[in-house]
């Protein structure tokens, strides 16, 4: 399988902070690779998909880059609901992998 | 619009099985795969399999090959997936989640199902 890091695993922030998590891929995967939100209790949701496409009705502050085995999510400037849980998946492979998560917090 | 509703929490003792349901609405079941994906108590996501609703067509990951199940009834559109075999490290939150048409990424999920195993 495919093996997902994404660094940090936690990230401490405020409000209108530009901040950028990472997601590693153990094998090149093109451009297959998702984000997801998540809050406490809550089902993920989707946020950027194909590395860089952003999701409709997601805020253009959220954006995605990267290709073959390097990929970043980056805020451009924090809001209060952005705190969450982000959570990289590729789809390169039948065998979908996600990342070990990155909590971002105030 | 489009929904996934799961079926409720469940408690099962270590060894069991447990069937958790989701019920899509607002779109054409039998068209997009299904996905579970389960989450431990303050752990990652993991995903565990996907279903072809129209053709029944099922792949799973590792991990879950041979105690993992998911089927499908397209006359009331909804999925189902069974966990046999059941031990305390698969509490869980259990979710079901759709491909986006023609791709291989999640865009509706449902509300989650806790699964307790616990004696």
């Known amino acids: 399988d495919i093996q997902m890091t994404q660094s940090p695993s936690t990230l401490s922030a405020s409000i209108g902070d530009r901040v950028t998590i990472t997601c590693r891929a153990s094998q090149s995967i093109s451009s297959w690779l998702a984000w997801y939100q998540q809050k406490p209790g809550k089902a993920p949701k989707l946020l950027i998909y194909k590395a860089s496409s952003l999701e409709s009705g997601v805020p253009s502050r959220f954006g995605g880059s990267g290709s073959g085995t390097e990929f970043t999510l980056t805020i451009s400037s924090l809001q209060p609901d952005d705190f969450a849980t982000y959570y990289c998946q590729q789809y390169n492979s039948y065998s979908y992998t996600f990342g070990q998560g990155t909590k971002l917090q105030i | 619009q489009v929904q996934l509703v799961q079926s409720g929490a469940e408690v099962k003792k270590p060894g069991a099985s447990v069937k958790v349901s989701c019920k899509a609405s607002?779109?054409?079941?039998?068209?997009?795969?299904i996905n579970w994906v389960r989450q431990a108590t303050g752990q990652g996501l993991e995903w565990m399999g996907w279903m072809n609703p129209n053709s029944g067509n099922t792949g799973y990951a590792q991990n879950f090959q041979g105690r993992f199940t998911m089927t499908r009834n397209t006359s009331i559109s909804t999925a189902y997936m069974e966990l046999s075999s059941l031990r305390s490290e698969d509490t869980a939150v259990y979710y079901c989640?759709?491909?986006?048409?023609?791709?291989?990424?999640?865009?509706?999920w449902g509300q989650g199902t806790l699964v307790t195993v616990s004696s």
């Open positions: 607002g779109y054409t079941f039998a068209i997009y795969d």
């Open positions: 989640a759709r491909n986006r048409r023609g791709d291989r990424y999640f865009d509706y």
